[in-house]
């Protein structure tokens, strides 16, 4: 299995990290298919806006919804959730590097979300790198069958063990 995780604890922290990861190789020439997410600070002192961009080239997704001051109810926005997911699944058997994964969430330890897509890659052998957190880890380690590696949150770290394992995958084929 060609499955790596990364972790950081600050809110927001790995959806920066993965953007970044994702630009970083975009610019080197590969071609990751996946979602990173993209926060935006809102002017009132609520949470932030969370958009997805559809890799590599987007579109652009607001996957939040706003649902009013001192509201405590998810803000996820499930159907746009799926038009991002959607859009991914169909990217996968385009000659693409490698699945970024913004987060492996509660969604997809529900077996939502971009868990089939993430089989699916795996099944294919297409390096796979996903934001975890903490919440999520045990549904993550029990669908990886613990054969996930765990990679530095650093932008170099990750995009070294992604190259290495799309030039191994190269390499096979």
């Not at 990861?21 to 926060?39: D, K, T, W």
């Not at 949150?153 to 799309?166: F, G, K, Q």
Request: charged share 25%.
């Amino acid at each position: 299995m060609n499955i790596a995780y990364t972790t950081e604890p600050g809110r927001g922290d790995v959806d920066l990290l993965l953007f970044q990861v994702a630009q970083s190789l975009i610019a080197e020439g590969f071609r990751p298919a996946g979602i990173v997410q993209i926060n935006t600070e809102c002017d009132d002192p609520g949470p932030c806006d969370m958009d997805v961009k559809v890799l590599p080239d987007g579109p652009v997704i607001r996957i939040s919804q706003t649902l009013g001051h001192g509201s405590r109810g998810c803000r996820l926005d499930p159907e746009a959730l799926e038009k991002a997911v959607g859009l991914v699944g169909k990217t996968l058997g385009r000659g693409v590097d490698c699945l970024i994964v913004n987060k492996f969430g509660k969604h997809e330890a529900e077996g939502r979300g971009l868990r089939p897509t993430i089989a699916e890659a795996v099944t294919q052998d297409i390096p796979v790198l996903v934001g975890l957190n903490a919440l999520n880890r045990a549904a993550f380690d029990k669908f990886s069958g613990g054969m996930a590696v765990e990679a530095p949150p650093r932008v170099a770290d990750l995009t070294a063990w992604l190259r290495a394992a799309i030039s191994a995958r190269q390499s096979a084929a």
